[in-house]
């Protein structure tokens, strides 16, 4: 394990130097290579900058630091590569960021001896059709809402599992979320957290 991404939320970054540092000096007592495709917060890591191209290629593990939406962006970037992202979380409750600052030490000794379990996490994938518009297919790991956005209209929209009509419902709009992010928007709007091994998806109307 001799190449490590990082991926920080820049704001989370300036208020966790002593973080930085320690991970920066546990890196180079390692002899561990830090690299990061934010090529402005690299250099106060002490981390090599890499485009982003190569850094989906060469990658052994990526941590993902700051909160849940730092975890989510960095695994939504690496999907299709293979490479474990690790939630660091610095400073705020998260339900992905499972690493406290407190236990960076510890955490990084763990991944050095291959003392770790990955977890499989499930994705969905959105296909968006449009008279107008190409189909388009979207990966997301956590939630996908439908909507009219800024619009105060109502939606009419039909529901359909496995080519079954579940119903018709006016409405604001829908979420359609992974287990993962079950604990995101969807919960917010009244629906249910899910454990991570559920294979499905949870649907809340926003009424």
């Not at 709009?173 to 249910?192: A, D, E, F, R, Y």
């Amino acid at each position: 394990m001799k190449n490590i991404g990082i991926v920080i939320n820049p704001k989370r970054a300036s208020r966790s130097h002593d973080t930085l540092n320690e991970l920066r000096n546990l890196a180079q007592k390692n002899s561990v290579d830090l690299f990061m495709y934010q090529k402005d917060i690299a250099e106060i890591l002490g981390a090599k900058y890499i485009p982003y191209d190569d850094f989906i290629k060469s990658m052994n593990i990526v941590f993902a630091m700051g909160g849940d939406g730092t975890v989510l962006y960095a695994a939504t970037k690496l999907i299709g590569t293979g490479i474990p992202v690790l939630g660091i979380n610095l400073g705020s409750l998260g339900f992905l960021a499972g690493v406290g600052e407190y236990e960076l030490e510890h955490a990084f000794k763990r991944i050095l001896n291959k003392d770790y379990v990955i977890l499989d996490r499930d994705i969905g994938l959105l296909s968006a059709h449009s008279k107008n518009v190409d189909q388009e297919n979207i990966p997301f790991l956590n939630d996908i809402v439908i909507g009219w956005g800024s619009s105060s209209r109502i939606n009419t929209l039909e529901l359909e599992v496995d080519s079954e009509s579940v119903g018709i419902f006016t409405c604001d709009g829908m979420i359609v979320s992974t287990p993962t992010g079950s604990t995101g928007h969807s919960l917010s709007n009244g629906g249910p957290i899910m454990h991570p091994n559920i294979q499905g998806f949870g649907i809340s109307v926003i009424c």
